[in-house]
């Protein structure tokens, strides 16, 4: 099932960076040759946003999408994509859960 993610790049790992960052076993074999992007679910909150979160105890989310897509960090998404068995980890719809 696909959803539509819309967010802020919060951090960006290419895929010659991949073997240099402490992945999970599951996510750096999903991710293979692609991107790791981690996104601000919703955009850059503003000032309002973060005190009103901050209140309701209702943090901001960051999700984690695996990409063939290029993107630098504060980069704005809207971004087509599938749920993995892992939590709060999503693939871009076209790349697909079994594409490898």
């Given amino acids: ?15 010659d960076e991949l073997d240099d960052q402490d992945l999970t076993p599951g996510l750096h074999e999903l991710a293979e040759s692609r991107y790791v992007v981690v996104l601000r679910r919703g955009g850059h909150p503003s000032f309002l946003d973060l005190v009103w979160a901050f209140i309701r105890r209702d943090p901001i989310e960051a999700v984690t999408v695996v990409t063939d897509q290029r993107v630098h960090e504060d980069d704005e998404l809207t971004l087509t994509v599938e749920e993995t068995d892992m939590a709060g980890v999503y693939v871009t719809a076209s790349v697909g859960r079994d594409t490898h």
Avoid: A, K, R, Y
């Avoid at 099932?1 to 895929?15: D, S």
């Fill in 1 to 15: 099932m696909t959803e539509t993610i819309q967010g802020t790049v919060l951090h960006v790992v290419p895929p």
